[in-house]
């Protein structure tokens, strides 16, 4: 008489193990693509928080956060400090309209006593509206304080391109010392770009001895606090920095800016194709790396009178 058997063969199992793998190998790049849209979306929404808390901003000063309280050569400070006390920007600024007014006010009562920027009380919070899901080095945390992934735009230019106090004259939306208005948006505010994205660099990065200071809110001089639209989204061009102040990577190349004084940090993000932005009508759009330069550069300034396609 035959017995009934009760187990599988080897061919039997490897062949189960085979359409398994293949399943699989199918499934999760349709898994990782959901979660990548998921981060995106939510991505998106930070920016949007950002532009409706920079509107709010504006309702209340008549006017956009300055980009940088300082300039490159700590002239024309707004008050009288060595200059070290005011290496901050406007995500500091608008921490009152992002519900975070107890790190506002902790931030403001150091900053009233002339305490330094990389001293400063509550400089290491962190505030996750400024971090993009997608950037696995968030949040970034050192010495000098809390870094994330979004900055303003300042213009089509390097920064302090022209020499002088080309700094207080950049043609975006954030510069040192700037008052940019509403009215000042000739461009028209769903054409001009509020802020964008960049890579984050771990802390310690290639060389533990090193920060990175890109996107150090409150570090920001030298231009590593606003976006330069000098060169499309996700170049390999690489960004311009301090001597000593950065780690070159691939995802965020840098070059040190010797004794030139011209410095840029350029659009870069985790999104595969592109990078996004939020405009100044607090709109967000994801813009592909393949754009126009034209197009991109036109779109950082505020007044330059280009005809800017669909995006």
């Known amino acids: 008489m ?9 061919v039997e199992l490897l062949v189960v ?31 949007k928080q950002l532009g409706i808390a920079m509107h709010n901003y504006h309702d209340v000063n008549k006017k956009f956060p300055p980009g940088y309280f300082q300039t490159l050569g700590y002239e024309n400070r707004p008050f009288n400090t060595s200059g070290h006390q005011m290496r901050y920007c406007y995500a500091r600024s608008i921490l009152p309209f992002m519900e975070q007014q107890a790190l506002w006010e902790l ?22 509206g400024y971090m993009c899901p997608s950037d696995g080095a ?32 950049m043609n975006g939306m954030f510069c040192a010392l700037s008052k940019v208005r509403m009215a000042d948006v000739v461009d028209g505010t769903s054409n001009t770009m509020l802020m964008g994205e960049i890579n984050l660099i771990p802390e310690g990065g290639l060389s533990a001895a090193v ?11 030298t231009g590593n606090g606003t976006l330069s639209a000098h ?34 940090t350029y659009a870069r993000s985790r999104h595969p194709g592109g990078v996004q932005v939020v405009l100044v ?11 126009d330069s034209v197009v991109w550069k036109g ?5 330059g009178g280009e005809v800017t396609p669909a995006w």
Not at 111 to 127: A, F, L, M, T
Not at 245 to 259: E, I, K, L, M, Q
Not at 284 to 290: C, D, G, N, S
């Open 2 to 10: 035959s017995r009934t058997r009760s187990a599988f063969t080897l």
């Open 17 to 47: 193990i085979a359409i398994i793998g293949v399943l699989i190998a199918l499934l999760l790049p349709a898994v990782q693509q959901a979660r990548e849209a998921a981060r995106r979306m939510s991505c998106g929404n930070n920016l």
């Open 107 to 128: 931030l403001d009562a150091g900053q009233k006593q002339n305490v330094p920027s990389w001293e400063i009380p509550g400089r290491s919070e962190v505030v996750q």
């Open 138 to 169: 968030g949040p970034k945390v050192s010495e000098d304080g809390f870094g994330g992934n979004y900055l303003g735009f300042h213009g089509d230019s390097r920064y302090y391109d022209s020499g002088g106090n080309a700094d207080e004259r």
């Open 211 to 221: 920060t990175d200071r890109r996107g150090m809110y409150n570090m920001c001089y």
């Open 231 to 264: 060169v499309t989204p996700n170049s390999q061009v690489p960004d311009v920095q301090e001597a000593g102040r950065f780690v070159n990577t691939d995802y965020a190349p840098a070059v040190s800016a010797g004794s030139g004084g011209v410095y840029a």
């Open 281 to 291: 009508d607090a709109s967000v759009r994801f813009v592909p790396e393949t754009i």
């Open 299 to 303: 779109a950082a300034t505020r007044s």
